[in-house]
């Protein structure tokens, strides 16, 4: 069974990596924390200078701390930024260019780092025989020393790959004596088993020479076992991570992770049963009455470790199977036993820069293998019913390897990062727009459209009156169809074009008094996910619509709020109305237009201009399906329509 002393060891060598991980955590510069203090103070300096509002006091000071806070510096490109591309491989750089375009909603995995490790540890093994050094030196926490090196590679946040190898040799022995031979001269039934022990000619071949240890016929009646174990171990193995998805956290400085593996070792075990002469120990010394007397065991440990010479001569049992594949039958000195073997364990890792951390380790092997102490039999002749195993604690320093562009391994990276770092966490990504004229790039006919042009909601250039010259350069955008062929170069209608002034001023007068009204070439209003605020971008929209009504004094339009389907019907409804509303007030406040002439109505998530929006995957994909129902539309009013009164719902629905 494994010892209470490879537990003390483990914590001890925990808190050992935790108090130095803290130290260096804490061990920050007097200098870095009074430039840190001189920035938080002059954000607050300039926020009280400007007069600004409390909320965006906050803001700032969030922002500021955000920057000087060491936990959360971050040393790579953000996910949205250009130069992120240059973490990314070949393979993965289309769907890189789609996020950044908006038509993806999730960014490539960037290129991460390799970790290379160095391991050193205790190697003990939970066996028949007690895991200590026969010479006592280390105590009972290392009865033996272990080496060894790895290569891991992330598959992803949460798992990822290692080879792994060490070698190591400990030893252990017994203080409490089994039976050997009866002065009755019956054969002692552990001893007609171990041949080893019982001068069987076989383990002469591997004995150096001597002759091989036969403690059947000795006055003492007992015998001491002890050994000393080669093993030489390597593996392929799996590690879980189970602390990288931190949800208020940006980064992590240290990790816990599971492990499981499958590999196998090969081990030889030798005995300390002869003394420099070549004869078998005397042990009728180390006999004691009573074993359960502490006083007594001492004495016993002492005197053990007297008669030992120190020096491992005889070979332990072995198995008779395929050992000799490393040794043994094919020479003459080293048989190495060869067995597969699963392991499990638990790992612990502290960083200590970007490139550098600390780990510790446990992991126990199992195999079908029960000779690794060199003893499998109980004193009345049955097998002990536990195999043998290994375990390996070990402290590792690890280095991060890897491309100059590319990031630390990803299981210190948080996985949730690309959303949860946007400047507005409540606010969808940010669709491309190149052009800046308020329409996403994925549905932008005319995505390099020019600045301060109107523009439709599918991006083109509006030529509202159809005189084929656009807006942004017609000196009257919305000329009188009846009046088209008769503009000059600036789109405007000729003052005297075969009839003079009068008769056109004639021709207008007798005009209907309500014009014929036709909305189509009017353009949209989009909005972003849950606000009703208009943005700048929609100005020269706004602008299209006034310059519109004013040149068709008798038109009276119906302001259309809707919204996309994302909440409930009553949230929808109210945001709708605020959309509207606002669109209206702009219209009457900043451009002129009677507020008579426009009529207020809502449709909330219906007649939706990307339909199909209905499944759940649907609902949560990527904001550009959902981008263009968002909007406020300009429809000619039938008679009667009027404004619909501001419906039922949430009061605070939706943000300006």
């Known amino acids: 069974m494994l010892k209470g002393k490879l537990g003390l060891l483990s914590l001890a060598l925990l808190i ?63 996910s949205d930024e250009k130069e992120y591309k240059d973490f990314v491989k070949a393979k993965h750089q289309e769907q890189q260019d789609k996020y950044l375009d908006g038509k993806y909603a999730f ?48 598959l992803g946040y949460v798992f990822s790959l290692r080879l792994s190898a060490f070698a190591g040799n400990t030893q252990g022995f017994n203080w409490r004596g089994a039976q050997g031979w009866n002065r009755d001269g019956d054969d002692g039934a552990e001893f007609l088993h171990n041949g080893a022990l019982g001068g069987e000619a076989y383990y002469q071949q591997f004995n150096e020479g001597r002759v091989v240890p036969d403690y059947r016929d000795l006055n003492s009646e007992v015998v001491f076992y002890n050994y000393k174990t080669k093993i030489r171990h390597a593996s392929i193995e799996g590690l879980v991570n189970l602390n990288n998805i931190k949800f208020h956290k940006r980064r992590n400085n240290w990790s816990i992770h599971g492990i499981f593996g499958v590999g196998a070792y090969i081990f030889n075990t030798k005995m ?24 007594n065991r001492k004495d016993i440990k002492k005197i053990l470790r007297d008669l030992s010479d120190g020096d491992f001569e005889s070979q332990a049992q072995i198995a008779r199977d395929d ?13 190495w036993t060869f067995r597969p073997a699963a392991h499990v364990g638990i790992g612990f890792q502290a960083k200590l820069s970007n490139r550098v951390n600390l780990g510790l380790e446990t992991k126990v092997y199992y195999a079908d293998e029960d000779l690794l102490d060199g003893q499998q039999w109980q004193e009345w002749g049955a097998q002990t019913k536990d195999w043998d195993r290994p375990v390996f604690t070990s402290a590792s320093l690890n280095i991060n390897l890897g491309k100059k562009n590319s990031v630390e391994p990803l299981w210190w990276m948080n996985p949730i990062d690309h959303t949860a770092s946007k400047d507005d966490c409540c606010d969808d990504f940010k669709l491309a727009d190149a052009d800046g004229d308020g329409v996403p790039d994925m549905f932008d006919e005319e995505p390099n459209s020019r ?21 942004c350069d017609d000196c009257q955008p919305h000329t009188p169809r009846h009046l088209i062929d008769k503009i000059n170069d600036c789109g405007a209608a000729f003052e005297k074009c075969c009839v003079d002034t009068v008769i056109i001023e004639r021709v207008v007068e007798t005009r209907p008094a309500t014009a014929p009204c036709d909305a189509m070439g009017l353009p949209s209003i989009l909005f972003d996910l849950n606000h009703y605020g208009v943005k700048p971008a929609f100005g020269p929209q706004l602008a299209s619509v006034a310059a ?28 709708s109305w605020k959309r509207a509303n606002e669109v209206i007030n702009k219209l009457v406040t900043e451009y002129g237009i009677s507020r008579s002439r426009l009529a207020l109505q809502y449709r909330g998530e219906g007649d939706p201009v990307v339909g199909g929006l209905t499944d759940g995957a649907a609902r949560k994909g990527i904001d550009a399906q959902h981008a263009l129902n968002r909007r406020v539309d300009f429809k000619c009013c039938m008679e009667g329509q009027s404004d619909m009164a501001m419906p039922a719902g949430p009061a605070d629905a939706g943000r300006k």
């Not at 109107?454 to 005189?467: A, E, K």
């Open 16 to 78: 050992l990596v935790n108090a130095t991980v803290l130290a260096q955590d804490n061990k920050k510069p007097a200098k870095d924390k009074k430039e840190k203090k001189e920035k938080v103070e002059k954000a607050k300096t300039e926020a009280k200078d400007t007069k600004t509002p409390k909320k965006d006091t906050k803001t700032d000071a969030k922002a500021s701390k955000s920057t000087t806070d060491g936990d959360d510096d971050y040393p790579y490109p953000e």
């Open 107 to 154: 960014p490539a995995p960037p290129r991460n780092k390799w970790e290379l490790g160095l391991d050193f540890g205790t190697l003990h093994v939970s066996g028949d025989i007690n895991s200590q050094r026969l010479d006592g030196k280390f105590g009972n926490i290392a009865p033996g020393f272990g080496i060894g090196a790895h290569l891991r590679k992330s």
């Open 272 to 295: 300390d049963m002869l003394d420099a002469n070549g004869n078998e120990y005397d042990f009728s010394s180390a006999i004691a009455a009573d074993y359960s007397i502490d006083a």
């Open 323 to 335: 050992y000799w594949i490393f040794g043994g039958e094919k020479d003459d000195s080293d048989p």
């Open 451 to 471: 600045k301060d042009c109107p523009v439709d909601t599918r991006g083109r250039m509006l030529d509202s009156d159809g005189d084929k010259i656009l807006d």
């Open 548 to 575: 519109y009504m004013n040149a068709n004094p008798g038109v009276r339009l119906c302001v259309v709020g809707h919204t996309d389907n994302r909440s409930g019907d009553g949230y929808n409804d109210i945001l």
